[in-house]
């Protein structure tokens, strides 16, 4: 039996503030158990065939009781798995990661702990909060809003707490304000302290509700602050007027559906995130070998030396065409006899990993603009090799067989449908919870329509941005209006388009 179990501290809620180990540990893991603080998004560190199990509590659905959750880790590891047991924020701050190490060592099994950075620090920190402050708060102190009230007796020592503390910060505390705040009142702390509650901090959800002691339960009544949130008790508070930093960025609040495949999409995403905005990504698309099986493919490549120019179309192409040389044991030296075109710069920086540095650099998107671009290089009898998706628009090769070239094309990829989960798309875009859809390819916009099923009308309050005028156009053909198109036809340009929308 060599299994063994991490217990691992997951961060507060923005998946990337996981710790360094705690990455690691999810990429060797055989069975990863998380409840409902950690994010999904940091499965897809762990294999991908990694066993996922959910043991926190889902609507209609009770969560697993302590000692079974416990239990199953050990269980796991007997079996001589590579256990990640993540929890959110720290596994050790109430997050019962004792208990668990408890059962783990009663069972004989090895463990290791991953520290996480904690919600009790990392919430007010994302509220523009500093828990301490040389001037104004030199201790801060970390408690259980959990207490039950009508127990009689409390573990908290209020007197004390009250007042020794500058800074108090409670967890799991919202439902509990109205005992948490009399008692801090009772034994001597201001009710003018100001206060907050920050909850789902550090995700793109976040929602700050500024206070004091003495109006804070029925503050939080009046704007239905729901768990899960910290409270935030102390003069430090006042500081979030001048540090705040996070939840004023320009596409704070504004959800946005990233309709790519999911290899692609990662890119918008992080851009989109950087600016504030919580990012839904329906990889309504993926990339899949083309029907052809590689025939037209392999058949170019077996007479690769034979051609004089080779335009690459898009980043997908590049990587499913060098991807296929690899298998077939070859690189890019056998492209030596050619010219290389790239349409657009990104196709551009693509090739450069694979060695490779583009002749051309046509940046219009449009057949008659790269015609006109590569008009001086291809002549007459020019023997050309477009590599690219199955379904592509014909005007480029058409265009230059009319320039007397002999045109090639290869299939190198479809792109097909992802079996997304397409009920959650439809219930948000139902619940009026998208703001935008991101288009950028033709392609993602007949999927999405066929993910929602046709019903437009689901999209009638959203905003639409697409990377450039095809995309523009497939929109409008298909009853779609479009609101934002990017000038420059890139990821950064409608990035940038969207940001100052
Ligand atoms: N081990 C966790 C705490 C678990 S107790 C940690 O170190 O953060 C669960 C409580 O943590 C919640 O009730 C809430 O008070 C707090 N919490 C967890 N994640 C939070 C977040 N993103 N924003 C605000 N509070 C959070």
């Known amino acids: ?84 047991r993540l929890k959110g924020g720290d596994p050790f701050v109430f997050g019962r990661g004792g208990e668990e190490a408890e059962v783990l060592k009663n069972n004989g099994v090895k ?11 990392a919430a007010p920190a994302y509220a523009g909060i500093p828990v301490t402050n040389r001037k104004v708060a030199v201790s801060f102190a970390v408690v259980t809003g959990h207490e039950d009230p009508t127990k009689g007796k409390s573990d908290i020592n209020w007197e004390k707490l009250s007042t020794a503390v500058d800074t108090l910060v409670f967890l799991m505390g919202v439902g509990n304000l109205p005992h948490i705040t009399s008692q801090l009142i009772k034994y001597g702390r201001s009710a003018d302290t100001p206060a907050a509650l920050v909850r789902w901090g550090t995700k793109a959800q976040q929602e700050v509700l500024i206070t004091t002691v003495g109006k804070a339960a029925e503050d939080v009544i009046k704007h239905n602050l729901k768990p899960p949130a910290v409270f935030v008790v102390g003069n430090v508070v006042n500081l979030r007027s001048t540090i705040q930093w996070f939840d004023n960025k320009p596409l704070f609040g504004k959800n946005i559906l990233i309709t790519r495949a999911r290899s692609q999409a990662s890119k918008l995403t992080t851009a989109l995130e950087e600016l504030g905005a919580n990012c839904i990504e329906a990889p309504a698309i993926k990339i899949a070998p083309p029907d052809d099986n590689y025939v037209s493919l392999d058949n170019a490549i077996t007479k690769i030396h034979d051609y004089d120019w080779i335009i690459f179309t898009s980043t997908n192409g590049v990587e499913r065409f060098f991807a296929r040389l690899n298998e077939k044991n070859l690189d890019a030296r056998c492209l030596s006899n050619a010219k290389i075109a790239a349409i657009g710069t990104a196709t551009a920086d693509k ?34 090799l477009i590599p690219r998706a199955q379904k592509a628009r014909e005007a480029l090769p058409i265009g230059l067989r009319q320039m007397g070239a002999i045109v090639d094309v290869a299939e190198t990829y479809c792109t097909k449908m992802a079996d997304t989960n397409k009920d959650d798309i439809k219930d948000l875009l139902k619940n009026n919870q998208i703001d935008m859809v991101t288009f950028t390819s033709s392609s993602t916009v007949e999927n999405l329509l066929k993910l929602i099923d046709d019903e437009k009308t689901l999209l009638n309050n959203v905003k639409t941005a697409v990377i450039g005028p095809i995309t523009a156009k497939t929109c409008k053909n298909n009853g779609l209006k479009v609101d934002i198109e990017a000038d420059v036809y890139t990821i950064d340009g409608l990035v940038n388009k969207i940001k100052n929308f």
């Not at 463990?111 to 620090?121: K, L, Y």
């Not at 603009?369 to 007459?380: A, S, T, W, Y």
């Open 1 to 84: 039996m060599n299994g063994m179990v991490y217990l691992v501290g997951a961060g507060p809620g923005d998946y990337r503030l996981i710790t360094l180990k705690g990455k690691e540990c999810l990429e060797k893991a055989d069975v990863v158990i998380c409840d409902y603080l950690a994010d999904k998004r940091l499965l897809a560190f762990a294999p991908e065939n990694v066993e996922y199990i959910y043991v926190g509590k889902k609507a209609g659905n009770h969560a697993m009781r302590q000692e079974d959750i416990s239990q199953l880790i050990a269980d796991k590891a007997k079996e001589g798995k590579c256990v990640v």
């Open 111 to 121: 463990f290791e702990i991953v520290p996480g950075v904690t919600s009790a620090i």
């Open 351 to 384: 090739l450069k990993n694979y060695g490779i540095i583009a002749d051309k650099i046509p940046t219009m998107f449009k057949a008659e603009g790269i015609l006109e671009v590569l008009q001086n290089d291809i002549q007459k009898g020019s023997k050309v």
